[in-house]
């Protein structure tokens, strides 16, 4: 089964700046719509980002024009550059195909404080 690990996370202060990374056991990245989801204390999970397999990529309204979600086909790895990052953002991040049609990986901690 493929298996998607989540690097990246940290502390930033407001204002600062992150890179998600997620990576694939298996040629998924390059087949499937994968996206980027958050889940922040006590709220369901959303979505936060996707990049189908043309290119094409959607975003949730509250990061439009902050973050960036990217893929690298031969490294079986989708990326998530986040910008301008506010306290609002603190949540673990997750990455899947969208849907969600794997199982779920550890996630990565962004957590946006002064």
């Known amino acids: 089964q493929v298996q998607l690990v989540e690097s990246g996370g940290g502390l930033v202060q407001p204002g600062g700046s992150l890179r998600l990374s997620c990576t694939a056991s298996g040629s998924i990245v390059s087949i499937f719509v994968m996206a980027w989801y958050r889940q922040a204390p006590g709220k369901q999970r959303e979505l936060v980002a996707a990049?189908?397999?043309?290119?094409?990529?959607d975003y949730a309204d509250s990061v439009k024009g902050r973050f960036t979600i990217s893929r690298d086909n031969a490294k079986n790895t989708a990326y998530l550059q986040m910008n301008s990052l506010n306290p609002e953002d603190t949540a673990v991040y997750y990455c899947?195909?969208?849907?969600?049609?794997?199982?779920w990986g550890q996630g990565t901690q962004v957590t946006v404080s002064s």
């Open positions: 990049i189908a397999s043309g290119g094409s990529t």
């Open positions: 899947n195909t969208r849907p969600s049609r794997l199982q």
